[in-house]
């Protein structure tokens, strides 16, 4: 057994240890952990500080859950863009492979609640249906491993799945979709990062939602992933009392560059059952991409999306920087608040002209005689 598992395996998961642990109502834990299991690593658990601060908020279990109010069990309908059961095939040219259905914790706001944490749902079985859909598929280009986490799996397991991805010729570019850097950071080991390597390009996704979770331990880890030449991309969710907050926000978009990591994407929190209690108005979105874009650094500025209830896919919210658009002028308003007006381009239809079909060796540069005695 590797260091990782060991470590994994002190988790904390049962509602003794967690009522316990943290002055909790152990009927009240269970009753919630019969809905969604959790566990939660003795170094992320080590990172809260109180109860109730962002770290506890992701992770410990919460009565809250329980509400029936609303969210959907599948907000994303991803189960019916499921060809088969690890797969969902939403996009033209690329997949989500479900590789696993452990975590290494279990974040209370997952949208695949319904099946992470439960072996019947992301079945290791499914994976050969998997590739062979892939393999039957010359249309996908990008294959995003997940689950779950597929840094759950030994790395063995790991790789006969990358092995066998790059035997497809059709497969262009690979990505990994893990939190392990964030809830066990001792599961990137330099062997791991030497297997990952044979198998670029391989791009992979982390998910850090706090400043706090990039410790010393977590910036070892990246780095050994980012010597391995593998591009870094983070994921954040947007959850109340967390990082509803632009100054923590920027913070960890900052703190995620020092650490060789480019913020990829801003969620708003999907519509799922029993996560009401960590959504927040899109409009807070909005206030955050405001207040990063233009104070700093380009490269730090995430995407905000609403992955759209139903399975419309990844949608950009942006704040409004487009004031108007005529035939004349755009105006603009910039990250200060100043407006500035961009003229369009002056043509009779106000169109970019169409080009010309060039013909080889019959250039004329009929309205250019100055040019003409240039080039004679
Ligand atoms: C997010 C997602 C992808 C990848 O989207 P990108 O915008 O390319 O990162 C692919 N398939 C599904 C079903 C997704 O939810
Ligand atoms: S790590 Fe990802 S898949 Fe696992 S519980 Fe958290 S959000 Fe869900």
């Known amino acids: 057994m ?4 060991n470590l994994l395996k002190g988790s904390l998961t049962k509602p003794e240890e967690i009522a316990e642990r943290f002055g909790l109502d152990v009927e009240e834990v269970k009753k919630v952990a019969k809905n969604f299991k959790f566990r939660i690593t003795p170094y992320y658990a080590n990172l809260i500080k109180e109860k109730g601060d962002p770290i506890y908020r992701q992770i410990v279990p919460d009565p809250a859950e329980l509400a029936e109010n609303s969210g959907a069990a599948d907000p994303l309908n991803e189960d019916e863009d499921s060809p088969v059961p690890s797969i969902v095939h939403r996009y033209p040219d690329r997949v989500l492979f479900l590789v696993s259905h452990s975590c290494g914790s279990y974040c209370r706001f997952c949208t695949r609640k319904r099946k992470v944490g439960d072996s019947t749902k992301i079945n290791p079985r499914s994976i050969e249906d998997g590739l062979e859909y892939i393999r039957q598929h010359p249309e996908i280009r990008d294959v995003i491993i997940s689950g779950g986490d597929p840094l759950m799996l030994s790395d063995n397991k790991l790789e006969y799945i990358l092995k066998s991805l790059r035997a497809i010729e059709h497969i262009q570019i690979l990505r990994i979709g893990s939190r392990m ?4 950071p001792q599961r990137i080991t330099p062997k791991l990062v030497k297997m990952l390597q044979r198998y670029h390009p391989l791009y992979m996704n982390v998910h850090f939602n706090h400043p706090d979770e990039i410790t010393e331990e977590a910036a070892r880890a990246l780095n050994l992933l980012a010597n391995a030449g593998i591009p870094l991309g983070n994921q954040t969710v947007l959850l109340k009392g967390v990082n509803d907050d632009p100054e923590v926000m920027k913070k960890l978009v900052q703190k995620l560059l020092t650490v060789r990591v480019r913020p990829y994407y801003i969620y708003q929190a999907d519509y799922v059952k029993g996560t009401e209690y960590l959504r927040t108005k899109v409009s807070k979105g909005l206030e955050i991409i405001q207040a990063i874009r233009g104070w ?6 995430p995407q905000f999306v609403i992955d759209a209830p139903g399975g419309g896919g990844k949608i950009p919210l942006l704040p409004a920087y ?3 658009v005529d035939d004349e002028k755009v105006v603009l308003r910039n990250y200060q608040g100043k407006v500035f007006v961009y003229p369009q381009v002056d043509s009779p239809d106000n169109q970019v002209p ?5 013909q080889k060796g019959a250039f004329k540069p009929e309205f250019m005689p100055e040019l003409e005695e240039m080039m004679y």
Do not use: I, N, R
């Open 2 to 5: 590797d260091d990782w598992q």
């Open 322 to 324: 487009v004031q108007s």
């Open 181 to 184: 850097p964030c809830f066990l």
């Open 354 to 358: 169409a080009q010309k079909p060039a």
């Open 296 to 301: 700093t650094s380009g490269l730090a500025v």
